[in-house]
């Protein structure tokens, strides 16, 4: 049993791991080689409702709309699941942070609307609060949503929306007065993307998939009761949008990319100097060594946040440590990789995925050093969180937002 988890939790792990082993052909990454997104983004919404039919799909949520277990189990799953490559990343956003979002602030009407599609996997939900101007600085959105009787009319732009191309709604943050400082001056709502108005446009990336998008909104009608939380608490309820994904994803050492023992291989598999393999040289060795001390303490650092919230509490800030490290080493690992490989580490097989495939990794990492809070935002956290050091100097704190110069 890990020392880290109370007799419960390591029983509740067990019994999921037996279950997942049980579905891993069907579901798991030998299941989606050579899958297009589409048909990926399909297989996960295939083994949602198989998860939703066992009790595995919505585990820390209250009957009865779950099983009413605990926010470590739901973490213990999504780990074990993430190893297995299963396609539940691609249902993080819709179930870990817009439908918690409608359970606690929306009306009971629209929670018996909403809610079961979305635990079945058969509706999609994406989060809309980055903009072009303002990525990091979530308080500084442009798009304007103006009041007009009992609805609202959204107009603007989001960006870096992920796999909103699939999705049927969103939650969606909107300054409705810009006389306001702009932490005041936003509101929150749900979107239906499909309804006149909205226009998704794909933005392809490094490895020729389309994860993310550019959503426009040209007078886009919003019911009122469609907005969450008060006019005005759009800030308040987008921090507290994204503190749920801190609890509810997959914690990888390996930043979600290949493992070591992959890395490993391949060294094995390269010819070296002098009849030798790559694995026998010092410097791969060392790096090996590196990689693996690295990632023991990454486990450690998940391992505490795990006996936290298996102890009640909440865990701290230790997790921006955990997601710096382990992507930027994802990246590094990568490179390494696409070193030994020589020519073949420019070839890409289609459907390869980032958790065998070197060449995708190396790609695809730059993009999760974005996602889910930037190199230089988790620097920030653990710099102002942990070593205890002042805040940055914010001049436009509490200064009206059309009065800051743009």
Known sequence: MSRSLSAVDEAFRQKAVDWLDGHVADFGLPAREGLSLEQDVELA??????????????????????????????????????????????????????????????????????????????????????????????????????????????????VWTTLAQFCDYGVCVARHDPSLPKHKGLTYFIVDLKAPGVTVRPIRQLTGEVHFNEVFFDDVVVPDAYRLGGVGDGFKLAIETLMMERYTAAADETGFGPTLAR???????????????????????AEIARTYALQQGLVAIHGRALAEMSAGRTPGPEGSIHKLASVRHRQHLSTLALDLLGPDG??????????????????????????????????????????????????????????IPS
Do not use: C
């Not at 605990?70 to 993080?92: I, Y």
């Not at 002098?274 to 694995?279: I, P, Q, S, Y």
């Not at 289609?350 to 958790?355: C, D, E, F, I, L």
């Open 263 to 285: 890395f490993i291989e391949l060294a094995a598999e390269t010819p070296g100097v002098r009849g030798e393999t790559a694995l026998d040289d010092g410097g791969v060795r």
């Open 45 to 158: 919404r295939r083994w949602q409702k198989v998860k939703s039919e066992n009790g595995y799909a919505v585990i820390s949520w209250p009957a009865p709309w779950g099983p009413g277990g605990t926010v470590t189990q739901q973490a213990l799953f999504a780990t074990e699941e993430s190893k297995r490559g299963f396609p539940a990343g691609h249902l993080v956003i819709s179930l870990g942070m817009p439908t918690p979002m409608v359970l606690r602030y929306a009306s009971d009407e629209l929670k018996e609307r909403f809610v079961p599609p979305a635990i079945r996997g058969e509706t999609l939900w994406a989060q809309l609060f980055s903009e072009p101007a303002a990525g990091s600085d979530l308080a500084g959105l442009r798009m304007r949503a103006k009041r007009q009787g009992d609805d609202w009319v959204l107009s603007g732009q989001k």
């Open 346 to 403: 420019l070839r890409q097989a289609p459907g390869v995925n980032p958790k065998t495939d070197f060449h995708y990794s190396w790609l695809d990492a730059p993009t999760l050093r974005i996602a889910g809070g930037t190199d230089e935002v988790l620097l920030n956290t653990i710099a102002e969180k942990i070593l205890g050091l002042p805040q940055d100097h914010r001049p436009d704190k509490g200064v009206p937002f059309d009065e």
